[in-house]
C-alpha cells in the first residue's frame, strides 16, 4: 500500500508560482511513477504532468508546458510541482498520483491517489 499526502496549495495572483509537494509513504518510492492530477468544479479530473521511477522523463499536459515542472527527489521520497505564470485557468484541486507507468494521461492508469490539496488562482 502507498499513501501520498500533498501540500503547498493555497491563494496566488495570476503570475505568481506556486511548489505543489507530493509526500510518498509505504512501499518503495522509486518503484513508482509519479503524476499530479487536477479538478476544477464541475469538470472531470485531468491531466497536469507526470515522471518516470527514475526521474529521467518527464511528460505534460499541453495546457502547462512551459511553465509547469515536475521533479522528485528519491531520497526524500516526495515529489513536486513547480507552477509558474499561473493562470485563472490553473484553479483547481491538485491530486498527486502513483503509478506503474509514467506516460500516461489517464487517470485509470494510476493506482495510489492522494486527498489533494486546493490552487486558487485570482484574476
Known amino acids: 500500500q502507498v499513501q501520498l499526502v500533498e501540500s503547498g496549495g493555497g491563494l496566488v495572483q495570476a503570475g505568481g508560482s506556486l511548489r505543489l509537494s507530493c509526500a510518498v509513504s509505504?512501499?518503495?518510492?522509486?518503484?513508482?511513477?509519479m503524476g499530479w492530477f487536477r479538478q476544477a468544479p464541475g469538470k472531470e479530473r485531468e491531466f497536469v504532468a507526470s515522471i518516470r521511477k527514475s526521474g529521467s522523463s518527464t511528460y505534460y499536459a499541453d495546457s502547462v508546458k512551459g511553465r509547469f515542472t515536475i521533479s522528485r527527489d528519491n531520497a526524500k521520497i516526495t515529489v513536486y510541482l513547480q507552477m509558474n505564470n499561473l493562470k485563472s485557468e490553473d484553479t483547481a484541486v491538485y491530486y498527486c498520483?502513483?503509478?506503474?507507468?509514467?506516460?500516461?494521461?489517464?487517470?485509470?492508469?494510476?493506482?495510489?491517489w492522494g486527498q489533494g490539496t486546493q490552487v486558487t488562482v485570482s484574476s
Open positions: 509505504g512501499r518503495t518510492f522509486s518503484s513508482y511513477a
Open positions: 498520483a502513483a503509478g506503474r507507468y509514467y506516460y500516461t494521461s489517464s487517470s485509470s492508469s494510476w493506482d495510489y
